[in-house]
């Protein structure tokens, strides 16, 4: 066990590692809507918000 394992990240590396982590999780991929009477641009994993649908289902009330 030599002292260099315990060796840390310095403390604004840290911080910037998890910076940079939280920035990569909260970026939303865009897909695009797959109802071909809409097919709108729509994050990943959500419903798309012009149309209504989810996966070929109906989710939210269509405008
Ligand atoms: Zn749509």
Redesign the pocket.
């Given at each position: 066990m030599s002292s260099s394992m315990f060796r840390r990240k310095s403390r604004s590396n840290v911080r910037h590692h998890r910076a940079q982590w939280r920035r990569a999780i909260a970026v939303p991929r865009l897909v695009t809507?797959p109802?071909p009477a809409?097919s709108?641009p729509?994050p990943a994993h959500t419903a798309?918000p012009?149309?209504g649908?989810y996966r070929g289902r109906q989710v939210l009330p269509p405008r």
């Amino acid at each position: 066990m030599s002292s260099s394992m315990f060796r840390r990240k310095s403390r604004s590396n840290v911080r910037h590692h998890r910076a940079q982590w939280r920035r990569a999780i909260a970026v939303p991929r865009l897909v695009t809507c797959p109802n071909p009477a809409c097919s709108e641009p729509v994050p990943a994993h959500t419903a798309c918000p012009s149309c209504g649908q989810y996966r070929g289902r109906q989710v939210l009330p269509p405008r």
